[in-house]
């Protein structure tokens, strides 16, 4: 619409000039015209020479928290680009349904260093990888009369969505030791003489007891380090993850499955205890075994499985799965129910399953 607008506008003004014989007017919209002429020519010129990407960041965010997408471009021109837009196409991996969104920014010259860079605010709804793609790219020239669109390939990035940590109600089984206060330092030289060992030795950190303290190994280096100890009565967890289903999954199963798993795995970290979790890997073509013992690291962990590509049918999972070896052990399907040591835990309503993580009490005795 603006460009019929410009034209008429430049071609009435040249033909009253000319009914009235003003030369000088002439001249005005002629120049105007060549000016229109120009910023057509320089939309094409400077779609060229602008381009976009993704940066290689890692973009982690959780579930319905409003987050920022950031992208950057590149004029490799002597002249500023005023406004360009970009077409960003966010699909969750594995489902249908793409959202797509606009961003907008200008571009100052190469020669400026300046941060030429377009951000969208958004909140994912569903936990799970979100595959972000860059496909148009359009340029307007100085009085946006004019643009100049062109497409883009291989411009992608990703999107860890993770599940919202939840608090639990779960009863661990009496056997092991569950508390998270140093270990008493072993009064026998030797190692394994005692219920304890020296596992590795750490800096020291506030709260840590001063009898930990390796006086040795400080006096050398003149900084305090702390004796970590390995119990020999540490409970490990042996946990499946039975990705496994009859057909494809939503987007809103799978986001009930991780809600599931993330939240089991965070309540089990936060007791003194190893889990031994094993997963299906698309990649690997079988069972990997992840050791987790660090509750720091347990969104670390989450990240892989939503990268595992995890998903397969019954017959895929039960050729690389051992199913003797976890009758006694702890599994999660993605039917959303938990099992342990050969009997049911709780089985998960997918609509509810947020609602029921908090609120029930979970008895693993």
Known sequence: MKKLVTVLLLLL???????NRQPYVMAAVLCGIIFVALSFVLTRILR????????????????NTQAEFIVTATNKSRLPVNKYKLTLKMKYRGGNTATVKKLSGNACPKSDNDDNSAVVYFAAPYSGIIDAELTRLRVYDYFMIFSSSRKLRGKTGEVAVLPTP??????????????????AESSFDKPGEDHS????????????????????YSAKTEKLWVKEYQRENDFIFDMYIDSSC???????????FYEMVSAIIHNLMENDIILRIHYYNRE?????????????KTDEFIILLLKAD???????????????AIQNAMILTTQLEWSFCGRPVYKFEKKNVCLELVNRYFDLT
């Open 13 to 19: 003004a040249w033909y009253f000039a000319g009914m």
């Open 48 to 63: 060229r020479r602008l381009t976009a990407d993704i940066p290689k960041q890692k973009n982690i965010i959780y579930k």
């Open 166 to 183: 939840r608090k639990m109600n779960i009863k661990l089984p009496p056997f092991g030791t569950y508390t998270n206060e140093p270990v």
């Open 197 to 216: 060992e020296i596992r590795l030795i750490r800096e020291y950190r506030e709260g840590d007891l001063t009898r930990h303290i390796h006086r040795n």
């Open 246 to 256: 009859d057909h494809p999954l939503s987007t809103e199963d799978r986001d009930a």
């Open 284 to 296: 690997k073509g079988g069972i990997v075994l992840h050791e987790l013992s660090d509750p720091e």
């Open 310 to 324: 995890s998903f397969c049918s019954k017959e895929e999972f039960l050729n690389v799965c051992n199913i003797a």
